[in-house]
């Protein structure tokens, strides 16, 4: 069998090499994309995009990801990650879609990110531990009692970033505990939960 023999030049090449991020957001507001634009100043081993579109049923979110992935020069194999990010929420009939949409993902390499009921959640846990049922709204407000100026659309990350690895660790946790009581992440019934964590660990450990 012969060895390929990579050159030398090539391997600097490699190693200077930005990995390339993709990642995809659910509908219209920006709430995702200006948070993840705060790890992304120019000097990380990485660089991030924002996938184009804005769909809010998963399913379409991730085939128009794996779309995208196609049309930009990405290589999984030389580390470059896509995510796919969305909500939950508290709708029952999303838990089929969501799967369709997660077993997909898994056939093109795409991490999905999901947030039971919503993105809120991983923002709260910064300030604090719950594992209570939590709708959409009540996230927002208890969010509210710790950023009271706290909008969709706006740039959260300088209120709550020195707080992150707390949030870390309280999503592991609730991770955990939804587990323990047999829950599947990424449906209805694992709320509340985050996987935040997953993608946000990844940004700060490739700095």
Known sequence: ?????????????????????????????????????????????????????????????VKNLAKEM?????????GDKVFCVFDVDVQYNKNKIIKEAIDFAKTKGIQVITSTPCVELWFLLHFLYTSAFLTN??????????????????????????????????????EKEQLANNKIIGTVEANPNTEMYKLVEYLIKNT
């Open 1 to 61: 069998m012969q060895i390929r023999k990579i050159s030398k030049a090539r391997v600097r090449t490699l190693r200077k090499r930005k990995i390339k991020i993709i990642i995809a957001v659910e509908g219209k507001n920006k709430t995702e994309k200006l948070y993840f634009d705060n790890f992304d100043d120019g000097k990380k081993a990485y660089s991030i995009t924002i996938a184009k579109g804005n769909d809010t049923d998963p399913l379409k979110l």
């Open 137 to 174: 709204n009540e996230v927002i407000k208890r969010l509210k009692n710790y950023v009271p100026k706290y909008e969709k659309n706006m740039n959260i990350f300088p209120e709550i970033n020195s707080r992150v690895k707390i949030a870390i660790k309280n999503a592991k946790q609730l």
């Open 70 to 78: 196609e049309k930009r020069d990405l290589s999984l194999a030389l």
